[in-house]
């Protein structure tokens, strides 16, 4: 029937056959229709509403165990910083006590290195004066070392060096072959009993012996034989054995050990074959690589100075602390003595007197709320030291500065007004004081001027409250205006100028402080009137 609603979807199936070339294949394809247009998929079981759920939620907690868990957090927090401070103390010490250590054992190790190559260099000495004297009974013999303290390092082994004998030659051109092969041999023995220690080579090199050796060789290829040509060479054989500590991962510093261990391979292959030349000289070489020193000294020397400064710096800091933590403990301050040793050796004895000048100062205890006021009164001091130091060195730029500042201030405080405005800054143009220095055309006069100028108008615009203060300073900036015109104006301005602008600066200050109370209690006044609020009450 047609008004018959289904309670079930039916189906309707259709089938199809497809025919191909080769067979026949049948296919059955079923469609599935629904003839009931109200009919849907049944909807998932509703879960619980958001006011369900939060009403079976846990209770939040109170604001006593969020104010406890907080404090447990930060006592945590706490606990792992001071872990932290104590390690890093921990490790600061073990490592100051290790630099400490292998400074002294390098030092022993140096002393004694050096002790015993004078030892073999005066045994050789003394066998090469036996053999040209002709007792050929007492060469060589092994060369005795000084004894060795109980308590000093061992010593190294090292090879001792080879003594050659010269042979008499008649012919000279015989014997001047003969020299220039010791020199060779000579140079390369040494370089090869001292290459291996970067510590013992750099001894080797402070030897005299060793300058004029290196000079002799540089010589035997046509280069001039001084002792910077001796030291420059030096100084690339050190570059080239000590290249990982020596240099960065800077480009100059890679570009100079390529060179300096190019120069050195040259060196070796010229020492191995004597006099003859093959390839590139050694002398186009040693040009070349002096070259590539020159430039790249000028890049390196202010880096290092820059790093030595920088670790002046730091010990200085490392110093203080220490001074704040014996002020924090009481007593009286005892400098450490390993940190400014360590400074005198980096940054000098000029270093370590001021650092340790500042160690010895007396500290004052300065309670809180006037640190601010103490902190910016040692700041204001340090900056007029500052400004003296410069001008009392001619140079007056920081002093100009100074001036304009003040000029600036002053101008702001008459801005409502053009007329006295302009009339200020025909009085007072620190750019137009700056030009007659330059010129040459300002006078002791003129600046006494100035500050009579500058006087009156600072004690006009003070407030009542503050006028006998400014009367008191008016007049000892006129008595000693009166005592000095006839001083020369170079001494006059680092004598008085400078004494004079502080104390400007300070009732200038106390103006705009003057005018700030001034407006705070007109604000006041309108917001909370404490006279009466009408004529009548006015009146009554």
Known sequence: PVNQIPTKPTTRTAMASAVTEQHAVRQVIVIPVHEDPVWCPPSP?????????????????????????????????????????????????????RVFSIKLQREQQRAHKLSEINAKLEAAAERRLNVSRGSPSSAPKSPTLPALDAFSLPPSSVDTFPVVVHPTVPEDGAHAMEES???????????????????????????????????????????????????????????????????????????????AKRLNAILKKQLKRGAAEEGESFSAAFTRAGRFHAAWASHDVPKQAAQVDAVVERLGQEVMVQRSEQARQGGDPEPPEELLQQLRLIGGEQAEA?????????????????????????????????????????????????????????????????????????????????????????????????????VNTIRGWQAAADDADAAEWAAQVEATLDGTKDMPLPQFIVEHLLGFLPGAFARIGRIYQRILELGESIRREREQPSGPATLADALA
């Open 181 to 259: 092969r010791t020199v060779h041999e000579r140079l390369r023995e040494q370089l090869r009993a001292v290459s291996s220690n970067v510590v013992e080579l750099a001894e080797w090199m402070k030897l005299p012996v060793t300058l004029e050796l290196a000079s002799e060789f540089l010589a035997l290829h046509d280069i001039e034989p001084s002792s910077r040509h001796a030291r420059r060479m030096l100084a690339l054989v050190y570059m080239s054995n000590d290249s990982e500590g020596f240099f960065d991962d800077s480009a100059e510093d890679k570009i100079m050990m390529r060179e």
């Open 45 to 97: 079981t509703p879960g619980a509403t958001l006011k369900q759920r939060l009403a079976t939620s846990p209770p939040r907690r109170s604001s006593e165990e969020q104010q406890q868990r907080l404090e447990a957090a930060a006592n945590k927090r706490k606990q792992r910083l001071m872990s932290a401070l104590e390690s890093a103390a921990s490790h600061n010490k073990r490592a100051r006590e």
């Open 354 to 454: 001021a650092v340790r000048a500042q160690f010895l100062q007396p500290w004052q205890p300065i309670a809180a709320p006037d640190l601010e006021a103490r902190v910016r009164e040692v700041a204001t001091q340090a900056m007029w030291d500052a400004i003296k130091e410069q001008v009392a060195a001619g140079e007056y730029g920081a002093l100009f500065g100074v001036l304009g500042e003040m000029q600036q201030a002053l101008v702001t405080l008459v801005a409502h007004s053009e007329r006295e405005r302009e009339d200020f800054l025909d009085k007072f143009d620190a750019k137009f004081i700056e030009q007659q220095v330059t010129h040459g055309v300002l006078e002791t006069q003129d600046v006494h001027e100035l500050i009579s100028y500058l």
